[in-house]
């Protein structure tokens, strides 16, 4: 038995030893050495100071910012710990009167708008954190977003097109706007502009 049980020991000594502690030092090391921003959470500063990350959204809801997918986490809004979707399916009229409710508060705060609603407006993602929305959900907001900041829907459009970002490597995804990083810009321009 003390034959068969040393080198077990051992063996587990030096595999917890290999993967518990040499293993993530590495990639831990290797991941600040080559991605040092998304390493660090890929955060956004301004003024010096921590005003988010590119990878998980806020919840934006002033008619002077561009709003972006709804969150699904629990009871607080792009909460990285809750991470998940709501699970609701397509006929669940929870789902169904979440999505009522935001076109509602979408047309509310611009009655003028007449272009559809686009789907991810209305809908949150599989992890309820997305940071990103569609140009076709930015230009949705756009004239209510000129409106609240007294710009013309041209100078927020450019804005738009400036902070869109195309398929990765030109094939992965669709286009997207990172909403924080679109209205951080936003609130650049119209200091700018007063």
Do not use: C
């Not at 831990?28 to 100071?49: D, P, V, W």
């Not at 076709?136 to 000129?146: G, K």
């Amino acid at each position: 038995m003390k034959t068969l049980l040393r080198p077990m020991v051992s063996l587990f000594v030096v595999l917890s030893v290999i993967t518990g502690v040499i293993y993530p030092l590495v990639v831990t090391g290797i991941g600040r050495a080559a991605f040092s921003h998304e390493a660090a959470g890929s955060l956004i500063y301004k003024n010096g100071r921590a005003v988010g990350s590119s990878l998980i959204g806020q919840n934006f809801d002033e008619p002077k910012y561009f709003w972006g997918r709804l969150s699904a986490t629990a009871s607080n809004p792009n909460n990285g710990t809750a991470s998940g979707g709501s699970n609701f399916g397509p006929l669940n009229s929870a789902l169904a009167d979440e999505v009522k409710a935001r076109i509602a508060a979408l047309r509310e705060a611009d009655p003028s708008a007449q272009l559809p609603v686009p789907a991810d407006l209305v809908t949150s993602s599989a992890s309820g954190l997305d940071p990103e929305i569609s140009p076709a959900a930015a230009e949705y907001q756009v004239v209510r977003v000129a409106k609240a900041r007294g710009l013309t829907p041209d100078a927020v459009r450019d804005l738009v097109a400036r902070n869109t970002q195309g398929r990765q490597w030109g094939i992965f995804g669709e286009p997207r706007v990172n909403v924080l990083k679109l209205n951080l810009a936003l609130d650049e321009l119209a200091h700018g502009a007063v």
